[in-house]
């Protein structure tokens, strides 16, 4: 199996490389001189000559990628401009946080959605079917910003029950101590029960409005997928045999339609990672989305470019993840490039 | 991984993620609170140090708060009662005492100022400072030369405690200028150890940490999130500031920081959209205060050397057709003071901003393009910078609204914020919106950058007329000799000239709004548009 991974891994370089080039090529396309942009508001040409120089954009284009490959071989993503620091800290102060905010999301919308997918599978036409198929709609079709508006001013504003949309951790508690980087994990290290309750109080709202957007296709998946395993042979002769309804759908039949189902969580979790950039713009949540979009803005390129090479790692991770775990659900399933 | 392990712990998983209830807040940390001062903005700092390259304005304020500089200026009080900054005099920050002569001033330190890790303040970092301002290039060279300070030849050390700044030419804005953010005092040792061959001035070092001796130092800076100051209990350039720590939160969404301060969490906020301003101050929950931008107006330019706007007539009809009440109604809900429609008789007085004679009356304009030889209109672009969208946009669908009126057809252009200084440095936009504001307050500051034909990057018309400069470089130089009746003659003159030339039409002296809670008192108004956190007490 390892050497399946080291192979599969092998086949990502490739396309490790040309986002490195396309990146590189389409920020240095966008419009809108950053040199001119950082010289401040009252710059003469000079000013942004100069800038410009400093910064190494008076270079020809080919000198300038070679830089920055060899920096990034080196590990070095470059600095940003707006933020002041070197990128490849940045991402990694921040990625945690994005992280620990889409798997939290993605977890409560699993453990919603799969129960509602089976058994709006198990009573096609019921209420409880119905109910799934509202649901998933509504999620889907409300745009995140606006759930988490909504949220905000309900469970903030009106009522008072969640504090407020200030990031991470309450304005008065320190973070603690980092190891993983994840706030619930970090501070039940800590033994900072506060600070815990702080954090995942603080997760909450922003985890809740990105399990509603998601919740749509994996409940939608769940059911299709069950609804056809249910319809099969094998349940009609487990159902025949005289076995429970319960043995018969969560051993069997569940097992056999999780395949799809996996397929869709892991595309769900790269578009949440999408999604993560609106909502962590309305929790003010410290994140990488937020981080490359305000990058983008102000035509700063370094770590846009380090934000795309990190999601263009993170799927081919995620993607071998996947694979592997069809393996382990399916022994059918061999893993091969 | 088996595979029936593997699926037990997903149904586990599954069963133990549950949506936890929401916490409380712990009471053991309202003393904090307290002495603490919240603030949410949008954006915050991307460098601590103001000489840094491509300094942000958040960042300016941090620098004012943190650094100080030999002189600062007194307050009076501005409109509303709300202290406000006074142009015309000057105390010591740092400095004891200040010995103005023919061709130089002469700056005593204070005795007891010591920088925040303890070494005293002298006056070779003062030197050291300057010399910095002024060779860093960028803003604040630029900055710097706008009072004719340019050599580091300029900045004397006369004794340990006492610094000499000579004068390049006789120029009222050289002390002004020394009152800005820019030309603060940085700890020269601390720096200089910490710089390197190809960075002689330290600035990778002071991006990161202040290293000053002002009333506030950053404990904690995490850009884009958020910045914590501490005070500095042993700053002598004033009273001892009442709040003891600042913490400045970085809120994107402008809904969730009204949110915030409407729910009692944060203490004070800008940058709010004008209805949330608008809406909170009719409400009267919290303290609003609302103080014109000095020296600053929001405009409407056009590139006078290009056709359709390098004929006169065309210009007038446009000011004729813009829809200035309804701006200020539907775009700024009341919250700008009018630049326009002043009476026909009114005389021109020694001041900017004052409002012009120009007023809506589409027939006149039409009349003024049939002049023109422009009967039928044309069609020509308007464009404005996205980052203000927030005026900006509305502002131009008025205007384009407008214009179709009189014929002219108008594209509007969004220029996205990174674009628009590439963009204004181009000088080819046609038509546009956009607002200029001097630290400096004096009218001929502003038309040396604006009108002036050296052709700064504010005259974003392109406007070049010899007998505007002579009333300009007159006015200048009548101000260096204190010459009162000659000053007055050519403000008056070069006023009346942008007014009947009209390449930029001026449309309303926008306002900074700032909202906080009840308890928090001392804003202060400075030119700089910032807080000034040393004046502030909460409770």
Redesign the interface.
């Known amino acids: 199996m390892l050497t399946m991974i080291g192979k599969r891994l092998m086949f990502a370089i490739p396309s490790l490389i040309g986002v490195v080039i396309v990146t590189f090529l389409l920020t240095r396309a966008l419009?809108?001189?950053?040199a001119?942009?950082?010289?401040?508001?009252?710059?003469?040409?000079e000013?942004?000559e100069?800038?410009r120089k400093?910064l190494g954009f008076d270079r020809p284009l080919i000198e300038q990628f070679f830089r920055y490959t060899n920096d990034l071989a080196h590990g070095d993503f470059g600095n940003?401009?707006?933020?002041?620091?070197p990128v490849a800290t940045?991402l990694r102060?921040r990625l945690p946080a994005s992280a620990e905010l889409t798997l939290l999301g993605l977890?409560?919308s699993?453990?919603i959605a799969?129960?509602l997918g089976v058994l709006a599978a198990t009573r096609p036409g019921s209420w409880i079917d119905h109910l799934c198929r509202v649901t998933t709609t509504a999620g889907v079709s409300l745009p995140v910003f606006f759930t988490g508006?909504v949220l905000?001013?309900v469970?903030?504003?009106r009522l008072?029950?969640?504090?407020?949309?200030?990031?991470r951790l309450?304005?008065?508690?320190s973070a603690p101590p980092t190891v993983t980087g994840f706030y619930l994990i970090d501070t039940l290290i800590a033994r900072d029960f506060?600070a815990f309750?702080?954090a995942?109080?603080q997760l909450?709202l922003p985890a809740?409005t990105l399990a509603i957007f998601s919740l749509a296709p994996i409940a939608r998946m769940t059911r299709a997928s069950m609804l056809a395993v249910l319809a099969s042979d094998f349940v009609r002769t487990a159902r025949a045999s005289g076995l429970s309804p319960g043995t018969v759908i969560?051993t069997y039949a569940f097992?056999n339609a999780m395949l799809p189902v996996i397929t869709t969580l892991s595309m769900v979790f790269s578009f949440l990672l999408g999604a993560n950039v609106l909502v962590e713009?309305?929790?003010?949540w410290?994140g990488i989305g937020?981080?490359a979009v305000?990058a983008l803005?102000?035509?700063d390129f370094a770590p846009v470019q380090g934000f795309v090479l990190t999601m263009a790692v993170m799927y081919v991770l995620l993607n071998l993840v996947i694979d592997i775990?069809y393996g382990?659900?399916d022994?059918r399933v061999r893993l091969e490039g | 991984?088996?595979?029936r392990d593997?699926?037990k712990s997903v149904?586990g998983?599954?069963a133990s993620?549950?949506?936890?209830a929401?916490?409380i807040?712990?009471p053991?940390?309202a003393d904090?609170?307290s002495e603490?001062l919240?603030i949410?903005s949008e954006g915050g700092p991307?460098?601590l140090d103001i000489h840094?390259?491509?300094?942000?304005v958040p960042g300016y304020e941090v620098s004012w708060n943190c650094y100080d500089r030999l002189i600062t200026h007194e307050m009076k009080s501005g409109p509303g009662g709300v202290p406000y900054y006074d142009r015309d005099k000057f105390k010591g920050e740092l400095a004891d005492d200040m010995n103005v002569g023919d061709m130089s001033v002469t700056f005593k330190l204070k005795k007891n100022a010591k920088f925040h890790d303890g070494t005293p303040v002298m006056a070779k970092d003062v030197k050291w400072s300057l010399d910095r301002a002024v060779s860093v290039?960028?803003?604040p060279?630029?900055?710097m030369s706008a009072g004719s300070l340019t050599k580091p030849e300029q900045f004397v050390i006369v004794d340990d405690a006492t610094v000499r700044v000579d004068f390049a030419t006789r120029d009222r804005l050289t002390i002004p200028d020394l009152a800005v953010i820019v030309p603060c005092v940085v700890n020269s040792e601390l720096v200089k150890k910490n710089a390197s061959e190809k960075d002689p001035w330290g600035l990778e070092y002071t991006?990161?940490q202040t290293a000053g001796s002002g009333a506030y130092k950053v404990t904690k800076w995490?850009?884009?999130?958020?910045v914590i100051m501490e005070r500095n209990d042993a700053w002598v350039g004033g009273p001892v500031p009442k709040i003891k720590r600042v913490?400045w939160?970085?809120?994107?969404?402008a809904?969730?920081r009204r949110?915030?301060l409407?729910?009692g969490?944060?203490d004070i906020s800008y940058e709010l959209p004008f209805k949330d301003f608008q809406e909170m101050k009719a409400n009267g929950k919290l303290d609003v205060v609302s103080l014109p931008f000095s020296n600053g107006i929001q405009y409407i330019g056009m590139n006078v050397t290009k056709p359709p706007f390098d004929n006169l007539k065309v210009r007038q009809a446009v000011a004729y057709a813009i829809p200035y009440q309804k701006i200020i109604d539907a775009v700024l809900f009341g919250l700008a003071n009018p630049m326009f429609g002043a009476a026909k008789d009114k005389p021109t007085e020694v001041a900017w901003p004052q409002p012009h004679k120009y007023y809506t009356d589409i027939e006149k304009a039409k009349a003024l393009m049939a002049e023109a030889g422009y009967p039928n209109g044309f069609e020509t672009t308007i464009s404005f910078d996205l980052n203000f969208a927030g005026v900006n946009e509305p502002l131009c669908v008025l205007v384009q609204e407008s214009l179709t009126q009189i014929g002219i057809k108008t594209t509007i252009n969004k220029v996205?914020?990174?674009?628009w200084?590439?963009e204004l440095?181009k000088k080819e936009m046609p038509l546009f919106t956009n607002v200029f504001s001097g630290w400096l307050d004096y009218p001929e500051y502003f038309f040396y950058w604006c009108y002036h034909g050296n052709n700064?990057?504010?005259n974003t018309m392109s406007y070049k007329s010899p007998e505007m400069d002579k009333f300009i470089d007159g006015a200048r130089k009548a101000a260096a000799l204190g010459d009162t009746a000659a000053y007055d003659a050519d403000v008056k003159s070069f006023v009346d000239l942008a007014f009947t030339d009209i390449p930029r039409i001026p449309l309303y002296q926008p306002f900074v709004n700032v909202a906080m809670q009840k308890n928090i008192s001392g804003y202060q108004y400075w030119f700089h548009r910032r807080l000034d956190y040393r004046a502030m007490a909460k409770g």
């Open positions: 419009p809108g001189d950053p001119a942009y950082f010289a401040g508001p009252a710059a003469t040409k000013a942004i100069q800038i400093k940003s401009l707006t933020t002041g620091q940045e102060n977890l409560v699993v453990a799969i129960p508006l905000v001013y469970f903030y504003f008072g029950w969640s504090p407020a949309p200030l990031g309450d304005v008065f508690y506060e309750r702080s995942l109080s909450i809740t969560v097992r713009k309305v929790f003010a410290p937020s981080y305000e803005i102000s035509s775990l382990v659900i022994p | 991984m088996k595979r593997f699926l149904s998983l599954a993620a549950m949506v936890p929401p916490a807040w712990s053991a940390k904090a609170r603490t919240l949410v991307n460098n840094g390259v491509g300094t942000n290039g960028g803003f060279t630029f900055q991006k990161q995490t850009a884009g999130t958020e913490i939160r970085m809120v994107p969404q809904g969730n949110a915030l409407e729910r969490d944060a996205p914020g990174a674009n200084r590439t440095t700064s990057i504010f």
